[in-house]
């Protein structure tokens, strides 16, 4: 099981999330971001509909594999899947710095990597304690 700090931690990202998503749509990130335009070409669609399927099922995805998972012991998996996202998101920044212009999602991913640290730090401090608590019980 996890910590309430790190349950914490994970809905307070959450809704940075639904924030920053909220950015990437007024921004018009679907029409400048190359993934999203590679994804559209790919599957031959528009890059509207490919960013509404991609965001929507992850939007939805988040809170049901949490609320699914949140007394099973793969939480903690699924947690360090879920905190790759404060990486990838730093990709707004990072064109935003290269365009040396405002992109799409870049002011709300600059709280990824202080929630990311926050995530990350409590995530480890919850993975050492489950090592330690498996340890006991195979020697106990």
């Known amino acids: 099981m996890i910590t309430q700090r790190l349950k914490t931690i994970f809905l307070i990202s959450l809704l940075i999330i639904y924030i920053h998503g909220f950015e990437e749509i007024i921004g018009g990130f679907q029409h400048v971001d190359t993934f999203m335009m590679f994804g559209a070409n790919l599957f ?4 509207e509909i490919f960013y509404w399927s991609s965001h929507l099922i992850w939007w939805l995805a988040i809170p049901l594999l949490y609320l699914i998972f949140k007394n099973k012991p793969k939480i903690l998996l699924l ?9 990838v998101e ?3 920044v990072v064109k935003a710095v290269q365009l040396g212009s405002y992109y799409p999602g870049a002011i ?9 640290f ?3 730090r409590e995530w480890l401090l919850n993975f050492k304690n489950k090592s330690v608590a498996e340890r006991q019980v195979e020697t106990g």
């Open 90 to 92: 730093l990709h707004h």
């Open 118 to 120: 926050f995530f990350w």
């Open 108 to 116: 709300t991913a600059l709280f990824y990597p202080i929630i990311g």
């Open 79 to 87: 947690l360090g899947l879920y905190g790759l996202v404060f990486v």
């Open 44 to 47: 031959s669609i528009s890059t």
